[in-house]
T-cell receptor, first 111, second 114 residues
Framework: SQKIEQNSEALNIQEGKTATLTCNYT??????LQWYRQDPGRGPVFLLL?????KEKRKERLKVTFDTTLKQSLFHITASQPADSATYLC??????????FGQGTELSVKP | EPEVTQTPSHQVTQMGQEVILRCVPI?????FYWYRQILGQKVEFLVS????????KSEIFDDQFSVERPDGSNFTLKIRSTKLEDSAMYFC????????????FGPGTRLTVT
């Protein structure tokens, strides 16, 4: 079955550092991967999408990579701020729009 | 900025009762989804809906579940006979296009079955 695995351990970093979150998938490469942010008790908020044929995508302080050899996506937040503290979800999608989410990685940025 | 809205924010019901969760997707979106998240667990896909039909559904979406777009703005999820294990946060999402596009999620309805 198609799975998405994220590091379930919380990531604690100092303000100003780069946070790097990992997402691994099983079986065949998904058509695309999406990254979402989720705050406690709230719905996921879309951040970035990367297609199978793209190596890297950037948006402001965010960067995502897609390595089909390693079956892995990395999500980076540069110059992290306490406001970036949240749970970050990786999701694989199919052409019909169905998203399969990982369990999320909780990021805590300390001032 | 347009957003997806959901009502109620919290629903408490007794086991065996029917519940209807309501969503108003973003107005020009055509693709609609329901997901659920049991406390402390992953967000799980339930169903996708387009052109007044279910496009895809998960194993969770059994005969107890149904979806409907009763008018041009609302999108509903009905659970006919709730079970304790249906307790979860239910998220509605919509997308302007199918497949490789971002989905916009609502704030969720917390369903508690007692």
């Amino acid at each position: 079955s198609q799975k998405i695995e994220q590091n379930s351990e919380a990531l604690n970093i100092q303000e100003g550092k780069t946070a790097t979150l990992t997402c691994n998938y099983t079986n065949y490469s998904p058509a695309y991967l999406q990254w979402y942010r989720q705050d406690p008790g709230r719905g996921p908020v879309f951040l970035l999408l990367i297609r199978e044929n793209e190596k890297e995508k950037r948006k402001e302080r965010l960067k995502v990579t897609f390595d089909t050899t390693l079956k892995q996506s990395l999500f980076h937040i540069t110059a992290s701020q306490p406001a970036d503290s949240a749970t970050y979800l990786c999701a694989r999608g199919n052409q019909g729009g169905k998203l399969i989410f990982g369990q999320g990685t909780e990021l805590s940025v300390k001032p | 900025e347009p957003e997806v809205t959901q009502t109620p924010s919290h629903q408490v019901t007794q086991m065996g009762q029917e519940v209807i969760l309501r969503c108003v997707p973003i107005s020009n979106h055509l693709y609609f989804y329901w997901y659920r998240q049991i406390l402390g667990q992953k967000v799980e896909f339930l169903v996708s809906f387009y052109n007044n039909e279910i496009s895809e559904k998960s194993e969770i979406f059994d005969d107890q579940f149904s979806v409907e777009r009763p008018d041009g703005s609302n999108f509903t999820l009905k659970i006919r006979s709730t079970k304790l294990e249906d307790s979860a946060m239910y998220f509605c999402a919509s997308s302007g296009n199918r497949g490789v596009y971002e989905q916009y999620f609502g704030p969720g309805t917390r369903l508690t079955v007692t």
